[in-house]
């Protein structure tokens, strides 16, 4: 009876060993704060260089690290699992980058409608003393300039979820140029309304369209087929929820990237945005 106690003390002894062995592992992987390296690394995916965007490699090249690793260290450092201090860190700089942005593209159009009233009142001045042709030679010109400039649209493309009695695996990939939370209060296509998942917003400045793209990416899902009649060209059918999550932030930050646009992703804590519609009469 005694071997057994102490064999049983010895195992209880080497699995809280083996712990604490795991423990000051992991707790030794996973950094408590960026070091000089990384932080300037995630200013540079952020921000660029000198002469614009920066790949990965040339991200971690500028920062410090070897040339003959830099690839393979920047795609670390932009991997979660391997670096979620550099990533968060990102993300927030990504953030900031986009709020400062807003700000800046407000003041400029602000200036320009400025421009614009003062010429207004000028070409009322000219109406009235009957300088016809000058006053159509110079609305032609601003008409020139304002198809020319337009202005950059604020894009939000988000994954939402059918919100049925019961389950259905349908999700929406749309996009609305007023904020998700706002649009989750109006009235929509789904008589059931949407519980937003997550969502990329971005400036869109090239013609880039990540709604119709990420519809291309996902199309072996669509419901666009005979089985369920339908057109609706941006519902999908996938019964993981936690995949198509995944591979909706992956594409995205990947189609973003490749096209030099300035984004950030947000994702809702509790599974989503829900708010239902009410009808009001």
């Given amino acids: 009876m005694s071997e057994m106690s102490s064999d049983l003390v010895l195992l209880v002894v080497l699995t ?32 660029g260089g000198p002469n614009g965007p920066l790949s990965q490699g040339n991200a971690a090249i500028a920062a ?8 393979v260290e920047g795609s670390k450092l932009l991997n979660p699992n391997n670096s979620p201090l550099v990533v968060e860190y990102v ?9 400062e942005n807003k700000a800046v593209r407000a003041k400029h159009f602000r200036d320009f409608n400025s421009i614009i009233q003062k010429a207004k009142e000028h070409l009322e001045k000219d109406l009235e003393k009957g300088k016809y042709r000058t006053t159509l030679q110079t609305a032609n010109k601003f008409r020139e300039i304002l198809g020319s400039v337009g202005r950059p649209e604020i894009i ?7 919100t049925r009695p ?18 989750s209060t109006g009235r929509t296509d789904n008589p059931f309304g949407l519980n937003y998942i ?31 009649d339908s057109s ?8 993981n929820r936690k995949n198509i999550i995944k591979y909706f932030k992956k594409a995205g930050d990947y189609l973003l990237q490749k096209h030099n646009l300035l984004a950030r992703y947000i994702k809702y804590e509790n599974g989503g945005y829900y708010k239902k519609w009410k009808q009001l009469f």
Avoid at 216 to 224: C, D, I, L, M, Q
């Fill in 91 to 99: 993300e927030k700089l990504k953030a900031r980058k986009m709020e």
């Fill in 166 to 183: 019961y389950k259905t695996d349908h999700y929406k990939i749309g996009k609305t140029l007023s904020n998700v939370e706002l649009r």
């Fill in 16 to 47: 809280a060993a083996w712990i604490l062995v795991t423990l000051w592992k992991y707790n030794m992987g996973v950094p408590k704060r960026l070091t000089r390296m990384q932080t300037r690394f995630a200013e540079f995916i952020v921000f």
């Fill in 156 to 162: 939000s493309v988000y994954l939402a979820e059918e």
């Fill in 232 to 239: 609706a060209s941006e519902w999908f059918t996938i019964k």
């Fill in 198 to 228: 997550c969502y990329f917003e971005y400036i869109s400045e090239n013609g880039f369209n990540l709604e119709k793209t990420l519809h291309s990416f996902f199309r072996h899902f669509s419901t666009y087929n005979l089985t369920y």
């Fill in 64 to 71: 410090g690290y070897a040339k003959s690793s830099a690839r």
